[in-house]
């Protein structure tokens, strides 16, 4: 109904629109019942008094042709005075043609203005008119007097005008009265209907209210339903305990053991067919629902503490990280723990700027979205808040939170990890270095024998007194010149081998470590006869570390020569080490082939395990693969071997080719 | 001058080899691997070679005793790396004359050119043999020793100890350019031992100083110690008798 503004209730639309009906109807039949009853009631009087008049007018025309006038007058006031008419009739008047008053009821002198009045017509058996008289009113009905054919005068009978009027007036009332208390008594009606009506529904709204507010407390007292049955339930008070007349959907990977699967028989909280009207069971549903709601709550509460407590509880930090914008949303203790933030600092901070190395990181996870759903990052360099560095193998994961795409983010700390890794390393390379140290004596004494020759020589030409030809002299200088910086290299490249290596990756051309192991022991692998093939085609940097290559190197060099002059080697046989290096998609491989003995086929799966050698005690810890495979895995290389006895190994190694060398530079 | 063939793998020493051999007035072969060098041997027969012993392919051994095998009386000089003993005495046992450590020095190098020479000049002058003498000086028994002292010395070596029974004490006194082979070596550890053996304290004087390092891992010294000074080690000897 567009004319009735929206926010008028239901109540008021309801009992407005009822009593509006009630009222119309009683006025539409108030104004056809006066109608009719005044209309009748009219008519019946006049009729009366028509009858009045002429019974009088047939027993008038005798007296009147007698002219009989106190028996006239004795008929008019017997008419008037016969049982109710005296009420009735308010006066009764005899009158010939000429209009002359024969005979009366007034016992007062004839009232002037009755004189001459409603004249009858011809033909007509009466006339009605309202008249005026003494300052009263009366309808005056006039019957005419016939004999024969002839006319004699006219019986004129005036009904109380006021009579009628109390009449019609009393009649009005009762009807008036009746109407009202019709009216009345809908009114009650339609108020406690639409009240019956609109009070569940406000109490449902305010209840619905209220469950929108977050209060879900007490639903039966909300909606004013007895309680009883709640202390019976046992699913009401215990949320462990679902209730399964509501919980359909429960159960996946749950048991359906008799526990789980039993039905309350007869529940006593869930009973629509409780009883009451439409509206009282919506009221019930209501509840139900809201008791539904309040125990799925509480278990979506707790469930979120369970999973908040074990948030927090992680050892490791955990972020989570809005994927959209790679700002963090939030962070465990933990997090605070090992990155020296407060929370407050962490949320909203960029997780970049805790992985100032963002190539590949969780920043490029974010970005990438092809990638899957969960990832392992192994040994990031992360950045504390004081700029301490420190390693993490990160864990991401991708979730929606808070109907956002975010990122779960666990980073377990393996700082000591690395650094023992690192020390590790570096005690092997120090062996290595033990190791090498005859090979380097020789190496180094090359050039200083040269260097010690040529100075004794200029000496001994100066202790002669003579001067060294020109010839001579250059030959000496440019080697002494020539040798010390053979040796200076020697040493440089012995300093940098024995350096700690920094944390962060540099760019390696994979050629500079391979060739910087012969630079040490080349000569040795030539005085045991071993020819050294090198094709180095790799031109591809990749991302490590160049003094740790040189240890890979090195130990399988090593290997390569302890294979190929053991005591199991025949030593007719051809004593090659080839070394390839080459580019391809994105990797780069190398190969480094031996021609000794091979390795036999159940060591060959136990070669990379740590303290795993097959050389006899004393000679080699077994650790030289092993810590070869972890730099390899560590540059995000792969290292397998093949061999076969009799025919040599072949260790190939593939590292991925460094990306990002173009906007980083090296 | 003589001839001197000088075989090393490394070319800068080979160079400076040239120049100092040159200015000394040798006339010098170089050779820069094992098997290059003994085709320069067969073709040139220089009576001095000089050969390092670390070297790929042929090594300074196997040149050694090729040479030996060839032309005996070839004074081989090996060179070794700073403090070889093994490989000293493995090429002594091979009749290397001397050997010298790298870096080279230059009195070392000369005293053994030296030495080589002067045996040379004797076995040209003298033929072999006859290297061995036995001489009384006062109580104590003085065996020189001239050119090499090597295994076929040991009759010589022998006969001139028996010479010396009443001697109180030994002395093994080398010649300037005297060598010792391995087994040279062998035989004069079995006469230390003899001499202790019988209560006569020995001595040695005059052996090379590069030869010291030898006696000292052989354990020769401890029987007899070797003394720089002549009078030294006959005072010794007289006084360990008195």
């Known amino acids: 109904m567009p004319f009735l503004p929206q926010r008028v209730s239901l109540k008021l639309k309801m009992f407005g629109g009822t009593m509006a009906v009630v009222l119309l109807v009683s006025a539409v039949i108030a104004i056809l019942a006066r109608w009719i009853l005044v209309t009748s009631l009219n008519r019946e009087l006049e009729q009366r008094g028509v009858a009045i008049g002429q019974s009088i007018a047939e027993r008038a025309s005798g007296f009147i042709l007698d002219k009989d006038r106190p028996n006239l007058v004795s008929l008019v006031f017997d008419a008037a005075q016969l049982g109710e008419r005296k009420v009735l009739v308010s006066y009764i008047f005899i009158s010939d043609n000429d209009g002359r008053i024969l005979a009366n009821t007034f016992i007062r002198p004839f009232p002037a203005d009755l004189r001459g009045i409603n004249p009858l017509p011809e033909n007509k058996d009466y006339s009605i008119d309202l008249v005026d008289f003494d300052r009263s009113q009366a309808i005056d009905i006039a019957v005419p007097v016939r004999e024969g054919i002839y006319t004699l005068g006219a019986v004129h009978v005036g009904l109380s005008k006021s009579h009628i009027d109390s009449l019609v007036g009393k009649l009005r009332t009762t009807f008036l009265g009746f109407i009202t208390a019709v009216t009345v008594v809908m009114f009650l009606i339609v108020l406690r209907l639409s009240n019956a009506v609109a009070r569940p529904l406000s109490r449902l709204t305010q209840a619905a209210d209220a469950i929108s507010r977050g209060s879900l407390d007490a639903p039966e007292a909300m909606l004013g339903l007895s309680d009883d049955a709640i202390k019976h339930c046992q699913a009401y008070a215990d949320t462990d305990l679902p209730c399964w007349h509501f919980d359909q959907n429960r159960g996946e990977g749950e048991p359906t053991s008799q526990a789980a699967s039993r039905t309350c028989r007869e529940c006593r909280f869930y009973r629509k067919e409780g009883g009451g009207d439409e509206v009282a069971q919506l009221a019930e549903s209501f509840s139900n629902m809201i008791w539904s709601i309040r125990l799925y709550r509480r278990r979506l509460r707790e469930s979120e503490e369970k999973y908040r407590s074990l948030f927090d509880s992680n050892p490791d930090p955990v972020f989570v990280v809005e994927a959209a914008t790679g700002r963090i949303l939030d962070a465990n203790s933990q997090a605070e723990a090992v990155y020296g933030y407060g929370r407050k600092e962490l949320v909203g901070r960029g997780l970049a700027e805790l992985e100032p190395d963002a190539d590949g990181g969780v920043a490029a996870y974010l970005a990438d979205r092809d990638a899957p759903e969960r990832v392992l990052f192994p040994k990031l360099r992360h950045v504390r808040k004081d700029g301490e560095p420190l390693y993490v193998n990160v864990h991401a994961c991708r979730i929606a939170y808070r109907a956002r795409d975010a990122v779960i983010v666990s980073a377990t700390d393996i700082t000591e990890l690395v650094e023992k890794d690192a020390q590790l390393i570096q005690a092997s390379k120090m062996k290595t270095l033990g190791e090498m140290s005859a090979g380097i004596a020789h190496e180094l004494n090359q050039p200083l024998n040269a260097i010690k020759m040529g100075s004794d020589y200029l000496k001994m030409v100066a202790e002669t007194g003579g001067l060294p030809s020109p010839v001579a002299l250059a030959a000496v200088t440019g080697q002494v010149s020539e040798q010390v910086d053979r040796a200076a290299a020697i040493i440089g490249h012995l300093r940098d081998f024995g350096r700690k290596s920094e944390p962060k990756l540099e760019y390696v051309d994979i050629n500079e470590p391979i060739k910087g192991v012969f630079t040490i022991i080349g000569h040795e692998l030539a005085l045991q006869g071993i020819e050294v093939v090198l094709r180095l085609a790799a031109v591809a940097p990749i991302k490590a570390h160049a003094n740790r290559l040189e240890q890979v190197f090195f130990n399988l060099v090593v290997n390569a020569r302890d294979a190929m002059t053991g005591i199991s080697c025949p030593a007719e046989r051809p004593r090659r080490l080839t070394i390839v290096s080459e580019s391809r998609d994105g990797l780069v491989d190398v190969s480094v082939a031996d021609t000794g003995c091979g390795i036999p086929e159940a060591a060959r799966r136990k070669i990379f395990e740590p303290f795993f050698t097959t050389k006899q005690t004393g000679q080699g810890m077994g650790l030289g693969l092993a810590i070869t495979y972890g730099i390899v895995r560590d540059y995000g290389g792969e290292i397998e071997v093949e061999s076969a006895p009799e025919k040599g190994s072949v260790f190939r190694l593939t590292f991925p080719v460094a990306r990002d060398r173009g906007e980083r530079g090296p | ?242």
């Open chain 2, 1 to 242: 001058m003589r001839t001197i063939l000088v075989i090393d793998d490394e070319r800068p020493t080979l160079q400076m080899f040239e120049l100092y051999l040159g200015a000394y007035g040798y006339k010098t072969l170089t050779a820069a691997s094992g098997e290059e060098g003994l085709a320069v041997f067969d073709a040139q027969t220089p009576p001095i070679v000089l050969t390092d012993i670390k070297m790929p392919g042929m090594d300074g051994l196997q040149v050694l005793e090729a040479i030996k095998a060839r032309r005996p009386e070839t004074e081989v000089i090996v060179i070794t790396g700073h403090g070889d003993t093994d490989l000293a005495l493995a090429a002594l046992g091979l009749r290397a004359t001397d050997f010298i450590d790298k870096p080279i020095r230059r009195e070392t190098l000369e005293a053994a050119l030296g030495r080589a020479n002067g045996r040379l000049d004797m076995a040209e002058a003298a033929g072999s043999g006859g290297d061995v003498a036995a001489a009384c000086e006062e109580t104590v028994g003085v065996i020189h020793i001239r050119g090499s002292l090597c295994g076929e010395s040991e009759p010589y070596l022998t006969k001139a100890f028996r010479e010396l029974d009443d001697a109180v004490g030994v002395l093994f006194d080398f010649t300037p350019n005297a060598s010792i082979n391995g087994a040279g070596l062998d035989v004069l550890a079995s006469v230390a031992e003899t001499c202790r053996a019988s209560g006569r304290p020995a001595a040695v004087y005059g052996l090379a100083e590069n030869f010291v390092r030898i006696l000292d891992r052989l354990g020769i010294t401890d029987k007899a110690p070797r003394f720089t000074d002549r009078g030294e080690a006959l005072a010794y000897l007289a006084k360990t008798t008195s």
